[in-house]
Nanobody, 124 residues
Framework: QVQLVESGGGLVQAGDSLRLSCAASGRTFSRYAMGWFRQAPGKEREFVATISASGASTRYADSVEARFTISRDNAKNTGYLQMNSLNPEDTAVYYC?????????????????WGQGTQVTVSS
């Protein structure tokens, strides 16, 4: 069982940066791959980024590639999403998720544990 709590969201202007954090409970965090997803009003939840359990492998959605960076610190049981060059299309509730596998995945249904989400709003 893993519990996830996101933080770091807020209201920013276009071009600004934010870093989201995802604090995980449990001693086996290092055995779980992590992902970040987002959901804008009226839209389905979509994949943003994923990182393997060890942190060695990552994958990004095309829309955030080169602007966002996913990372993790297993010693601190925490995952991160560094978001640079934000634009209004990035406005959404951002969720972190964990799956009891070591490899990356961009499939929402492959994640068993979800946080409550944190709002990111980017004004133009």
């Amino acid at each position: 069982q893993v519990q996830l709590v996101e933080s770091g969201g807020g209201l920013v202007q276009a071009g600004d940066s934010l870093r989201l954090s995802c604090a995980a409970s449990g001693r086996t965090f290092s055995r779980y791959a992590m992902g970040w997803f987002r959901q804008a009003p009226g839209k389905e939840r979509e994949f943003v980024a994923t990182i393997s359990a060890s942190g060695a492998s990552t994958r990004y959605a095309d829309s955030v590639e080169a602007r966002f960076t996913i990372s993790r610190d297993n010693a601190k049981n925490t995952g991160y999403l560094q978001m640079n060059s934000l634009n209004p299309e990035d406005t959404a509730v951002y969720y972190c998720a964990a799956r009891p596998r070591v490899g990356v995945s961009d499939r929402r249904y492959e994640y068993d544990y979800w946080g409550q989400g944190t709002q990111v709003t980017v004004s133009s």
